[in-house]
């Protein structure tokens, strides 16, 4: 428990001093424009359907994101996905991305579980992403949680390891784009009939969003 805790604290010393860096150095990284906004997503995939669904005025002064998209998709079963992408031209400003495993929780969700999770893709040029499986529960709602941050052709899963390519890349390449990528259902039947919906969905709806992000 002690050496844990001690590995924390330094990683948590590691990230504020990098973040401390990175905005006293880095803040004029200029910003990186989308190749196709988000809304030109297919609305059609396979056999969903998309829907989109807006957030808040509120909710877009606070998250500070460039463009985003919120869309339910259905197949005319009982289960539905919804998607949030959330994309941010420039992190530099004070504008970057919120996890979801803080968001979640703060909007009355309860953390039951997460792991990390391999997907694999037959094409394109990611065909391994490792992602976060975050299983959460509000009142008698149990919620299947994939999400991972997609930035500058990476697909990290680690916040943490996020924030330091981050701070590499505003430094190397003078980029601070990224991507917050968001996938959910609700448990149903069970856990791992919502998990593997989440993984066929996603392994198609992927290498679509790859080609609206910038190039690496």
């Given at each position: 428990m002690k050496r844990r805790f001690f590995?924390?604290?330094?990683v948590s010393f590691v990230?504020?001093?990098s973040t401390f860096v990175y905005f006293r150095y880095v803040e004029g990284v200029e910003g990186t424009p989308?190749?196709?906004r988000l809304a030109l997503l297919p609305h059609r995939l396979g056999e969903w359907q998309g829907s989109d669904n807006a957030l808040s005025a509120q909710e877009l002064r606070m998250l500070g994101m460039e463009d985003y998209i919120l869309r339910k998709y259905s197949n005319g079963s009982e289960q539905d996905i919804w998607v949030y992408v959330a994309y941010y031209e420039s992190q530099s400003k004070g504008d970057i991305i919120h996890p979801?495993?803080?968001c979640l929780p703060g909007s009355g969700w309860t953390p039951i579980s997460i792991s990390r999770e391999k997907i694999h893709f037959p094409e394109g040029p990611i065909r391994i992403a490792e992602v976060n499986k975050y299983l959460v529960q509000k009142g008698a709602d149990k919620d299947l949680v994939m999400y991972w941050y997609h930035s500058r052709g990476r697909v990290?899963?680690?916040e943490y390891l996020d924030r330091l390519y981050l701070i590499w890349d505003s430094i190397s390449k003078r980029r601070s784009d990224g991507t917050l990528v968001r996938v959910s259902c609700s448990v149903n039947p069970d856990e791992i009939t919502a998990w593997r919906t989440?993984?066929?969905f996603v392994q198609e709806f992927l290498?679509?969003?790859?080609e609206h992000l910038p190039d690496a």
């Amino acid at each position: 428990m002690k050496r844990r805790f001690f590995i924390h604290l330094a990683v948590s010393f590691v990230l504020l001093v990098s973040t401390f860096v990175y905005f006293r150095y880095v803040e004029g990284v200029e910003g990186t424009p989308l190749r196709k906004r988000l809304a030109l997503l297919p609305h059609r995939l396979g056999e969903w359907q998309g829907s989109d669904n807006a957030l808040s005025a509120q909710e877009l002064r606070m998250l500070g994101m460039e463009d985003y998209i919120l869309r339910k998709y259905s197949n005319g079963s009982e289960q539905d996905i919804w998607v949030y992408v959330a994309y941010y031209e420039s992190q530099s400003k004070g504008d970057i991305i919120h996890p979801p495993k803080i968001c979640l929780p703060g909007s009355g969700w309860t953390p039951i579980s997460i792991s990390r999770e391999k997907i694999h893709f037959p094409e394109g040029p990611i065909r391994i992403a490792e992602v976060n499986k975050y299983l959460v529960q509000k009142g008698a709602d149990k919620d299947l949680v994939m999400y991972w941050y997609h930035s500058r052709g990476r697909v990290v899963a680690n916040e943490y390891l996020d924030r330091l390519y981050l701070i590499w890349d505003s430094i190397s390449k003078r980029r601070s784009d990224g991507t917050l990528v968001r996938v959910s259902c609700s448990v149903n039947p069970d856990e791992i009939t919502a998990w593997r919906t989440l993984v066929s969905f996603v392994q198609e709806f992927l290498p679509i969003l790859q080609e609206h992000l910038p190039d690496a």
